[in-house]
């Protein structure tokens, strides 16, 4: 069974940083596209970031570009988002995701982040 | 980059169909995949369509999934309405540079 779990979600003051990491199991990790997406109170989905399986290929949406770094431990079969810089804006919760362009298929429960003063 | 415009809400009867669109701001909506979501209150949300029109396995077959080109849009339809369809609906692509976006999300009323 396909599970996806995450971790490291809190309050952080405005500025401060935080790191998400998503613990994965019932596959191939290394096989897997993998993303971040996330979801503020009350609002819409948005994109945050995806990685590829060998970490070749790095994308980010425009709204975290240059404070957000997405990256993966094959080894231990997780993923990571160092998030620095953080805005209220970013308050939200955090899924990981594993998917493709195509199909984003499997979900963690998510992780919620409160950037707060 | 586009956007995917979805009406904010949509409401139906028990046991009838509701179509839920999605609209391409630019951009043929043809030139990339479609996947739509169903998210319940306090949930992850969970695929219903993938690839436009493809349903992945226990996704009843009341779902279904199209695309329009001349209205450059995608369409979610769910005919036999059940009360357990109440939820959001999301609708995402993406571009070529790999850049996904999602819709602003539907929700769906069953009364």
């Known amino acids: 069974e396909v599970q996806l779990v995450e971790s490291g979600g809190g309050l952080v003051k405005p500025g401060g940083s935080l790191r998400l990491s998503c613990a994965a199991s019932?596959?191939?990790?290394?096989?897997?596209?993998m993303n971040w997406v996330r979801q503020a109170p009350g609002k819409g989905l948005e994109w945050v970031s995806s990685i590829s399986g060998s970490s070749s290929y790095i994308y980010y949406a425009d709204s975290v570009k240059g404070r957000f770094t997405i990256s993966r431990d094959n080894a231990k079969n997780s993923l990571y988002l160092q998030m620095n810089t953080l805005r209220a804006d970013d308050t939200a919760v955090y899924y990981c995701?594993?998917?493709?362009?195509?199909?984003?298929?499997?979900w963690g429960q998510g992780t919620l982040v409160t950037v707060s003063s | 980059n586009f956007m995917l415009t979805q009406p904010r809400s949509v409401s139906e009867s028990p046991g009838k169909t509701v179509i839920i669109s999605c609209t391409r701001s630019s951009g043929s909506i043809a030139s990339t995949y479609v996947q739509w979501y169903q998210q319940r209150p306090g949930s992850a949300p969970t695929t219903v369509i993938y690839?436009?029109?493809?349903?992945p396995s226990g996704v009843p077959d009341r779902f279904s999934g199209s695309i329009d080109s001349s209205s450059n849009s995608a369409s979610l339809t769910i005919s036999g309405l059940k009360t357990e369809d109440e939820a959001d609906y999301y609708c995402?692509?993406?571009?070529?540079?790999?850049?996904?976006?999602f819709g602003g999300g539907t929700k769906l009323t069953v009364l």
């Open positions: 690839e436009d029109i493809q349903r």
């Open positions: 019932g596959f191939n990790f290394y096989s897997y596209n």
């Open positions: 995402r692509s993406y571009d070529t540079n790999s850049q996904v976006v």
């Open positions: 995701v594993r998917g493709e362009r195509s199909l984003f298929d499997y």
